[in-house]
């Protein structure tokens, strides 16, 4: 057990709110990362981070920010919540010591649905 | 191209037969490729890894097979049984930056019939 743990499990809430999505590891990785994952797509990397205010864009980042204010906490916000972010959102740490090529673990995710 | 292309999408086979799940990729960059499983309502796990210098690795029932000059790699799942029924995911990644950054196949969903 990689010791992740992701809040809530489960939102609905309407186009134009902003959500907040967090992840909490108890192991002090330096690597974490936000996926998504949607049908015929598999998972594709919004942000990650490489330490304490340090982070980076993935692939799919635009309509999403991040925040990561303390090693165990990395936060996904999504500023104004619209139709196509609904999906599940998965956070994961690599525990290698630089992150480069380690295996990353995952949390059980995040339904999230956007009406 | 950072894509990996997985098939099939969906594979049905009945328990004890070998279904192979194969992915590609198109930048040579790539020097990591990981399988995950995944069960409905859980995070993806780490199944099996495997580096280019090796064209094939077992554990347990799982093999990855890689042909590097081709940029494929296969899983191959001996002796299947109804508990290995989820999806299946490849992934790439590469050094550079050393971000650990996973490019993901779309997904297989196998199902093991009793």
């Known amino acids: 057990d990689a010791g992740i743990t992701q809040s809530p499990r489960h939102k609905v809430t309407e186009t134009g709110t902003p959500v907040t999505l967090r992840c909490h590891q108890t192991?002090?990785?330096?690597?974490m990362y936000w996926y998504r994952q949607d049908p015929g797509h598999g998972l594709r990397l919004i942000h990650y981070?490489?330490?304490?205010?340090?982070?980076d864009k993935g692939e799919v980042s635009d309509g999403y920010s991040v925040s990561r204010s303390k090693t165990e906490d990395f936060l996904l916000t999504l500023e104004s919540a619209t139709s196509s972010q609904t999906s599940v959102y998965f956070c994961a740490i690599s525990v290698g010591g630089r992150g480069s090529n380690q295996p990353q673990h995952f949390g059980d995710g995040t339904r999230l649905s956007i009406l | 191209q950072q894509q990996v292309k997985q098939s099939p999408q969906s594979l049905i086979v009945q328990k004890g037969g070998i279904p192979i799940i194969n992915c590609a990729y198109e930048?040579?960059?790539?020097?990591?490729f990981p399988w995950y499983q995944q069960f409905p309502g859980k995070g993806p796990a780490l199944l099996i890894a495997i580096r280019p210098d090796v064209s094939e690795k077992k554990e347990g029932r799982f093999t990855i097979s890689f042909n590097k000059s081709a940029k494929q790699f296969s899983l191959h799942i001996m002796d299947s049984q109804p508990g290995d029924s989820a999806t299946y995911f490849c992934a790439a990644s590469m050094r550079s930056g050393n971000t650990g950054k996973l490019i993901f196949g779309q997904g297989t969903t196998l199902q093991v019939k009793p």
């Open positions: 930048n040579t960059a790539f020097d990591y």
């Open positions: 192991e002090n990785h330096r690597y």
């Open positions: 981070s490489y330490g304490v205010k340090d982070t």
